[in-house]
């Protein structure tokens, strides 16, 4: 049983992907990260930080096909890409330097996954749903002052706004990353608004 695997370069990948129509990609980063922080066009999601899902999905997949296997650095995609290995899987690829080389490519920013135009018209139209809800909390907040309501239910209505808010800022970042990314300036805003609303 082999327990080896094939380290590649992102412009090596990129050929792969082109060329390889069976290929199949596993991001192996956590859910927040493919969701907000761009992923490879195609990928699919296997947390390598959730062991016992990891290998419970990788057992379900074909030992022979080809698997391009990547992360963020570099890091977790090594050592998934050897447990895959060590379990018989014969055609392992992983990306050196994972996403963040990746992206660092100009030429390879705009093949960050995109959303089709059916899929944006729903993303927005999820958003502005979101919008109309939160719109209707501040109506009614508005009212309550007016009325003289206790100030400890305006205050849970205020919570729910911004949760609500919360909720909606992970849409639109979420829209932006499979949507808006197509210069290194766009990338560059992308990081910087993740920054600030995690902080």
């Known amino acids: 049983m082999t327990t080896t695997y094939n380290c590649i370069t992102p412009q090596e990948a990129k050929k ?25 066009d195609g990928a699919i999601l296997i947390d390598f930080e959730k062991p016992r899902i990891f290998k419970r999905e990788i057992k379900k997949l074909n030992k022979k096909t080809k698997y391009l296997i990547y992360c963020a650095v570099g890091h977790i995609s090594k050592e998934a890409s050897l447990e895959m290995a060590e379990l018989g899987f014969e055609n392992i690829y992983e990306m050196k330097g994972g996403l963040k080389s990746w992206q660092q490519d100009l030429d390879l920013i705009c093949t960050i996954s995109k959303l089709n135009d059916e899929e944006i018209i729903e993303a927005r139209k999820s958003i ?13 907040m508005k009212k309550m002052l007016l009325n003289g309501e206790y100030c400890g239910d305006i205050l849970n209505q205020s919570l729910a706004v911004k949760s609500a808010l919360n909720s909606t800022n992970q849409e639109i970042m979420e829209m932006f990353s499979n949507v808006c990314i197509t210069s290194e300036e766009h990338k560059k805003d992308f990081f910087k608004y993740l920054k600030k609303l995690m902080g």
Do not use: H, P
């Open 128 to 140: 502005i749903t979101r919008l109309n809800k939160i719109e209707g909390q501040i109506k009614g």
């Open 16 to 40: 792969m992907m082109t060329k390889e129509s069976d290929l199949i990609i596993i991001d192996v980063r956590t859910e927040k990260e493919f969701l907000y922080e761009g992923r490879l």
